[in-house]
């Protein structure tokens, strides 16, 4: 079954301690997101790739990085988490953009102790 | 600032009745909205849309409805099943830019 694939499920990290979280997917989708969801508030969009086209959103904190090395994968790194990045990390794929419809993976939940 | 609200946090319908989910937004330039549904420990899937060209758009069991001058849209569910016991998330946009998610609406539809 194609899908998106995000590994681990759960993260715990220390405060201050870099961290990646990955996502994969073999919808052969052009487009991949990343969204942050904390308790109880909407996935906000940190950032999205279109193809190799990096696209990062204007309130997107600096501390938060991604790289897209080929179209399967996508990676989150986290500089220096802080107490206020434990959240779900939600990473999404679209055909093509505008993302009409986005189909996403499980979400990595993000500990930081 | 949210620019789609859900401002129901939980709904509860009983098995075969019609359930309502309610969404609004404040940008009057979107132009697509979505709904998703959301089951525990997956990530949200995609439900159904509609475009600001329209006011209705049906897929078997559920309807969603647009009312751009109140600036709301509506998911209805009918019959309702225990399957649909989820968190309902609506979203909305413009063509060519980010879509804006609600909060969500968790909807339990008892037996």
């Known amino acids: 079954d194609a899908m998106v694939i995000q590994n681990p499920r759960y993260q715990v990290t220390q405060f201050g301690k870099p961290v990646t979280l990955s996502c994969s997917q073999t919808?052969?989708?052009?487009?991949m997101y990343w969204y942050q969801q904390k308790s109880s508030q909407a996935p906000k969009l940190l950032f999205h790739?279109?193809?190799?086209?990096?696209?990062n959103e204007a309130d997107t904190p600096d501390n938060f990085q991604s790289r897209r090395p080929n179209t399967s994968f996508c990676f989150l790194d986290i500089r220096s988490p802080g107490l206020g990045d434990a959240a779900m990390y939600l990473c999404a794929t679209s055909r093509d953009r505008p993302s009409y419809e986005q189909y996403f993976g499980p979400g990595t939940r993000l500990t930081v102790t | 600032d949210q620019q789609v609200k859900q401002n129901s946090p939980s709904l509860s319908v009983q098995e075969g009745r019609i359930s309502i989910l309610n969404c609004d937004y404040t940008n009057s330039m979107f132009d697509y909205f979505l709904w998703y549904k959301k089951y525990p420990a997956e990530g949200p899937t995609f439900l159904i849309s509609i475009s600001s060209i329209k006011d209705k758009n049906e897929d078997g069991r559920f309807t969603v409805f647009l009312n751009k001058s109140a600036k709301h849209l509506s998911l209805h569910i009918v019959p309702s099943q225990p399957g649909d016991s989820a968190v309902y998330f609506c979203?909305?946009?413009?063509?060519?830019?980010?879509?804006?998610f609600g909060t969500g609406t968790s909807l339990t539809v008892i037996p």
């Open positions: 919808l052969n989708h052009n487009v």
């Open positions: 979203a909305a946009g413009n063509t060519g830019n980010q879509f804006y």
């Open positions: 790739y279109y193809d190799k086209d990096f696209n």
